[in-house]
């Protein structure tokens, strides 16, 4: 699930050139056996995928949880989130939540409760149209990102309402392409207890879903936040997640500069727009500021870890 | 209780009061204790300790090694001042008393008289603490913050343990690194001119590094280390990794005994919580130096020499 942001030209294209180009690092490691090159992004999907089991397993146990909430959209990421939360507590223990809208496409439901029927889970599904309409029938002149967001922010709430309601955590869907870039709804879907996917580029939420077999139709299709019809992340964004998810790993974890980067083949257009995208987004990634008075304040000088006693 | 590692610097060789009967053995029995401490509950970590230690005595143990702030967990932020303990205090004098007839290696928070903070690891025998090794590497980088909490120690010693011994007058030898102090090569050089035979280290090494290979970044380098350690500095390399999460950072285990020729011995640990049993020999070691002879061939005139003249050139 993500939110809208206005969508900006941005010149990504360029970048696929670069696609071809060796990765340094794995020039040494002889010539991939099979076609397809070898990626900055590869991961060993076995080693994550008992990382991210376990950690959803020991996270949500060690605080005195069984069980565990799922917002499933119908698209990967929820997808995944869902898959690893039912390998890490079982699938009676996972609660998916189908939250559609009427403008809502029907084949993201659908595909939702084929993930959700493939991993022996019951979904609920609670139609959002009903307060989403009420509140937007007294602003009628709401842009689509201010609707957007709202969807958003309405579903954070019934997962909470559940989570009280039948004792679990909400598990997070936010990638790391999205949390970097800013592409998604502060305390919508950004609001959660634990998020197993939140340091995966999204081409490696891909790998991960291929990896644990997640139905073909919820892999293939393009990524949307469907919020409106025939909305597209990658439309929207300007470029696509394998361009700019290379981009992310060279910048963010390589912290390559402005000079390696264009080397690589990144234009520079593109990786302005995405230095600014992160630059602009920070204050969605960090708790809300809180004006200093005392020698120790939250989280500035007052620092506990969150699993405090556990 | 007193601390046997005097920070005045005074230099007692620390004897073994007596070389526990033993026949005829020349090997003892180690034991991991692959642990996920609670983060922040001191009084329930050492129940937990308290339970293992006697475990691993019913199963034939001589020493049971427990990771790196085994008492604590280690991502204690502000937590580390709630958390310390102190070398006459009653968390050590409980742990110290359940040493008997067998060897302990805990971690913890230790606060000096100074009121200075120490990632820690306690040797504990018969009752008694018999060492205290102070991590000296405090990793500030990264994900890890500990010279924003802890002050650094200040040597690396090897020190004759109360270990049963085929002879009376060898004892085992044994040193700490804690965790980060495995990264400086130069900590196991200063240990292994210190004589020792069996280089303990505590971890509690934070999985990361996700990439084609099927093993983490760090997992891999310290099977680097503690192979190459142990095969140059022919000595037995015992590391004990944590388990668990901590905040979303998972600590990888993995823990193993490489014996003095450089290999693993059995299987390294996985994820879990687990307490795998290793057997070393002094008699193995012995070998291992009359095949690889690094050490009685190495050339400490030429290190202190050359150590001098850096010296020198870095004064100026």
């Not at chain 1, 955590?169 to 709804?185: D, H, R």
């Not at chain 2, 009084?43 to 005595?57: C, F, P, Y």
């Not at chain 2, 110290?96 to 913890?108: F, Q």
């Not at chain 2, 760090?218 to 099977?223: E, G, L, N």
Request: negative net charge; proline residues 5%; hydrophobic residues 40%.
């Amino acid at each position: 699930m993500s939110s809208t942001r206005n969508a900006r030209d941005c010149a990504g294209a360029s970048v696929t050139d670069a696609m071809t180009l060796p990765e340094p690092g794995s020039a040494g490691e002889g010539p991939a056996r099979d076609a397809a090159p070898r990626s900055v992004l590869d991961i060993d999907a076995a080693l994550v995928t008992e990382i991210l089991v376990r950690f959803v397993r020991d996270e949500v146990r060690k605080v005195g949880f069984e069980r565990t909430v799922v917002g499933l959209s119908g698209g990967v990421d929820s997808a995944l989130a869902l898959t690893l939360a039912c390998r890490a507590l079982g699938a009676g223990n996972v609660v998916p939540v189908l939250m559609p809208y009427r403008g809502s496409s029907p084949a993201s439901e659908r595909d939702a409760r084929t993930v959700a029927a493939g991993l022996g889970t019951t979904p609920r599904v609670v139609d959002i149209s009903p307060q989403v309409d009420a509140y937007f029938d007294r602003f009628p002149e709401a842009d689509r990102t201010r609707r957007g967001n709202k969807m958003a922010r309405e579903r954070m709430s019934i997962l909470y309402d559940i989570s009280g309601e039948v004792g679990a955590l909400v598990v997070g869907t936010s990638n790391k392409t999205e949390l970097l870039l800013g592409y998604g709804t502060i305390h919508g879907d950004m609001a959660h207890a634990l998020n197993p996917l939140g340091d995966l580029y999204k081409t490696q939420v891909f790998a991960l879903a291929r990896h644990l077999d997640l139905p073909r139709e919820v892999i293939e299709k393009p990524p949307s936040a469907d919020l409106w019809e025939g909305q597209s992340d990658e439309d929207e964004l300007g470029f696509e997640y394998a361009a700019v998810d290379r981009l992310l790993f060279h910048m963010v974890d390589e912290r390559r500069t402005r000079a390696e980067l264009r080397a690589l083949g990144f234009a520079d257009d593109f990786v302005v727009d995405v230095e600014r995208r992160v630059r602009q987004s920070q204050y969605k990634r960090r708790p809300p500021l809180i004006a200093k008075l005392s020698n120790r304040t939250i989280d500035r000088d007052f620092r506990y870890p969150r699993d405090w006693g556990h | 209780m007193t601390e046997p590692d005097a920070p005045d610097g005074s230099e007692a060789e620390p004897q073994p009061t007596s070389i526990r009967e033993s026949g005829h053995r020349s090997d003892i029995v180690v034991a991991l204790a692959q642990m996920a401490p609670l983060l922040g509950d001191v009084r329930r970590n050492l129940l937990r300790h308290l339970e293992l230690i006697g475990s691993a005595r019913e199963r034939g143990a001589d020493l049971v090694v427990f990771p790196e702030l085994s008492l604590t967990g280690y991502f204690l932020k502000d937590l580390v001042i709630d958390q310390a303990v102190r070398l006459g205090g009653e968390e050590i004098g409980t742990l110290a008393a359940a040493s008997l007839g067998i060897d302990v290696v805990a971690g913890c928070i230790l606060e000096s008289d100074d009121h200075r903070f120490f990632n820690a690891s306690v040797y504990l025998s018969a009752g008694e603490v018999a060492h205290v090794h102070r991590k000296v590497y405090l990793p500030t980088y990264g994900l890890f913050d500990e010279s924003r909490y802890l002050a650094s120690g200040n040597r690396f010693r090897s020190f004759a343990a109360d270990l049963p011994s085929a002879h009376p007058r060898r004892a085992w030898r044994v040193g700490l690194l804690i965790c980060e102090d495995m990264w400086h090569p130069s900590s196991a050089y200063l240990l292994a001119r210190d004589g020792v035979d069996m280089i303990i280290c505590p971890s509690a090494s934070p999985g990361r590094g996700v990439g084609p290979g099927a093993e983490l970044g760090t997992a891999t380098s310290y099977d680097v280390m503690t192979r190459t350690y142990a095969q140059l500095y022919t000595a037995y390399v015992v590391y004990c990794n944590r388990v668990g999460y901590e905040d979303g950072i998972n600590f990888w285990g993995g823990s193993r005994v490489v014996d003095p020729e450089g290999r693993v011995m059995g299987d390294a640990a996985g994820r879990d919580e687990a307490m795998p049993l290793h057997r070393l020999d002094l008699a193995a070691l012995r070998r291992a130096r009359i095949a690889n002879p690094m050490l009685r061939d190495e050339r400490h005139d030429v290190v202190d020499a050359e150590c001098e003249r850096l010296r020198r050139r870095e004064r100026d």
